[in-house]
């Protein structure tokens, strides 16, 4: 089935480790994109790629880095991890910037 | 910064009923989207109105968007239980390239 895939589903870090989430669509959709999910603050937009080899930043991208060297694959690295960033992390993809976005079901991080 | 709020942000209704839930944003916007999510799953997009249109519907579903009162309502008629999520609405402000602003979401619940 087309989509997709996050790994890992979930995982509890300690904090100042470094930790990639993976995120791998076979849609062939040119945008990708990284949020994080936190309660009662909704999705906030961390780094986004409109096409392979470009990225930018979002809303709340310190402590974070992205890379996009191929079409398929947009990995989310934290260099060292804080507590702060505890939360649900989606990737999702789209066409096209401006089309509609198809997420994965998440990854659930804890930095203890 | 978040653009959509959702308004209201929890909604208990029966089934067989109608949910309305409203959307405000700050900025003018391309398109607005509006996504669905269940519980501990990714955000599934539902539909998307462009800048110039007034109206759109998708099955059961109802959009409107007013431009000049920067809001935009999701109308789910006929309510079923399956419909229990949560809702979301998001912008894409700008040139598009800078991924989709989300609000904080309503919770809807159909009671049986």
């Known amino acids: 089935i087309a989509g997709i895939t996050q790994a890992p589903t979930s995982q509890i870090l300690a904090a100042g480790r470094r930790m990639t989430l993976r995120c791998t669509q076979d849609?062939?959709?040119?945008?990708m994109y990284w949020y994080r999910q936190d309660l009662g603050l909704g999705l906030r937009l961390i780094h986004y790629?409109?096409?392979?080899?470009?990225?930018g930043k979002g809303e709340v991208p310190d402590g974070y880095s992205v890379s996009r060297a191929n079409t398929d694959d947009f990995p989310l690295t934290l260099a060292s991890a804080v507590p702060s960033q505890t939360s649900v992390y989606f990737c999702?993809?789209?066409?096209?910037?401006?089309?509609?976005?198809?997420f994965g079901d998440g990854t659930r991080l804890s930095i203890l | 910064s978040q653009q959509g709020e959702e308004d209201p942000q929890a909604l208990s209704i029966q089934e067989g009923e109608n949910a309305t839930m409203n959307c405000s944003y700050k900025?003018?916007?391309?398109?607005l989207q509006w996504y669905r999510q269940n519980s501990g799953r990714g955000l599934v997009h539902l539909i998307l109105?462009?800048?110039?249109?007034r109206e759109k519907h998708s099955g059961r579903l109802r959009v409107t968007l007013d431009t000049s009162k920067k809001s935009s309502s999701l109308l789910i008629t006929a309510s079923r239980a399956a419909d229990t999520a949560s809702y979301f609405c998001?912008?894409?402000?700008?040139?598009?390239?800078?991924?989709?602003?989300f609000g904080k979401g309503t919770h809807l619940i159909i009671q049986p």
């Open positions: 998001a912008v894409y402000s700008g040139g598009g390239a800078d991924g989709l602003t």
């Open positions: 849609m062939r959709h040119n945008a």
């Open positions: 900025t003018s916007i391309n398109n």
């Open positions: 109105i462009r800048s110039n249109e």
């Open positions: 790629s409109n096409t392979a080899g470009t990225t």
């Open positions: 999702a993809s789209s066409a096209e910037p401006l089309s509609p976005q198809h």
